[in-house]
């Protein structure tokens, strides 16, 4: 199993472009979910899936959107990119069994700059 | 979470000593707590977690304490080797129908050889 993955791995945008940033899983998780990471801090949830079809803003949406286009895919779009949007990405997903604790496993990220 | 700027807290230890990360929690609901560990251009991967009914968890080399009283959370790393330098979070699940972790802001280890 790859487990999560993400693409790209890289990307440099300038001012106003917009562009997707895909990830998929392959462990037949329910749930997944987007973060950003700034320099020194902490993930913060930008939004999250609960499961196929459902979609729900976390910490920090403004400035996003995402699609879940199946169980296996969730993207997360910049409409157009802001200097404050530079950051790395991550996605995540679980399982998210009635009655078992939820573990969230992560993607290698995509490392974004915004000029 | 609450950010603490460019400068995540470090603990710097020898080769082969144990190591000992702290976290402290922020919601007395919390029932499910993560640590992942954080390698430079990587993303977070999973150490150990414990349920809020355990003070204690071992895994292989790792031990993580719960304190429910104090809200406090503790990594144990026995004989810490040079691989596992990395940062190292603590997350917690508020265990109502939130889907959401709450991530602390690090602590980055750095073994000495």
């Known amino acids: 199993n790859a487990g999560v993955t993400q693409t790209p791995k890289f990307q440099v945008l300038k001012t106003g472009q917009s562009m997707t940033l895909q990830c998929a899983q392959d462990?037949?998780?329910?749930?997944m979910y987007w973060y950003r990471q700034d320099p020194g801090m902490g993930l913060r949830l930008i939004y999250y899936?609960?499961?196929?079809?459902?979609?729900d803003k976390g910490e920090v949406p403004n400035g996003y959107n995402v699609s879940r286009l199946n169980k296996r895919e969730f993207s997360l779009r910049l409409e157009s990119a802001a200097p404050s949007q530079t950051s790395v990405y991550f996605c995540?997903?679980?399982?998210?069994?009635?009655?078992?604790?939820?573990?969230?496993?992560f993607g290698p990220g995509t490392r974004l700059t915004v000029l | 979470g609450e950010s603490v700027g460019l400068h995540l807290p470090t603990l710097s230890v020898q080769e082969g000593d144990n190591s000992i990360i702290n976290c402290a929690y922020s919601?007395?609901?919390?029932?499910?707590f993560i640590w992942y560990k954080q390698e430079s251009g990587k993303g977070p991967q999973f150490i150990i977690d414990i349920r809020s009914n355990m003070d204690k968890r071992q895994g292989q080399r790792v031990t993580v304490l719960l304190n429910k009283t104090v809200k406090h959370l503790s990594l144990q790393i026995a004989a810490t080797q040079p691989g596992d330098s990395a940062v190292y979070f603590c997350a917690e699940n508020i265990g109502d129908s939130s889907y959401k972790l709450i991530f602390g802001s690090g602590t980055r280890l750095l073994v000495r050889p």
């Open positions: 919601n007395s609901a919390s029932d499910y």
């Open positions: 899936s609960a499961s196929e079809g459902t979609t």
């Open positions: 995540a997903s679980s399982s998210r069994d009635r009655g078992r604790p939820d573990t969230q496993y």
């Open positions: 462990m037949n998780h329910n749930s």
